[in-house]
């Protein structure tokens, strides 16, 4: 398995330093990559995420957010905004804000993400082990982060869901 791909951001909130994948060397790694007017993000993935955080100590497995804006960049594109939002919705943890350098965002297009909400997990190594786009079953989540934090190996993730483009109550396609 490769190293998993480095997160290009151009800023960051709920935290004093820049981040990347190996500042979590040693720790299971949850990235949830959301924009704020995703309507699968805001009922699934950050609650989901909030979760997760609040239910794994946090030098087993940490958790950030990806601000990946690729629709409507006027509306959730600005820092004020992005605080804003993680304010009224308690998003304690590190927020990236994914680097525009064309009509994707750079961590986006790095990582083949489909939409948001898409969710990633980097193993103890900094591996990207599991990525899907939509929803995760909140049980499945569980069973791959207990392995990870166990250390143990998971099998190869099936293929990517949907590619259809625009916004359901699942996420937001590209």
Known sequence: MDPAPPL????????????????????????EAFQMLCPGCVSHGLPQVQRVAQAFASDQVAVI????????REAQGSRAALAAFAHEYKLDFPI???????????????YQMQ????????????????QRFGSVDD????????????????????????TAAGCDEDGCAV
């Open 96 to 110: 990236g804000i994914d680097r525009q350098d064309g009509r994707l965002p750079a961590t986006m297009a790095a």
């Open 139 to 162: 049980l499945r989540l569980g069973i791959i982060l207990g392995s990870l934090v166990a250390e143990t190996e998971l099998p190869a993730e099936d293929s990517p869901q949907s």
């Open 8 to 31: 290009i951001t151009s800023e960051w909130i709920n935290t004093d330093r820049p981040l990347d994948i190996p500042d979590f060397r040693g720790q299971v790694l949850v990235i």
């Open 115 to 130: 939409g948001t909400p898409t969710l990633i997990i980097i193993d103890r190594q900094g591996r990207r082990r599991f």
């Open 65 to 72: 957010g990806l601000h990946t804006v690729f629709e409507h």
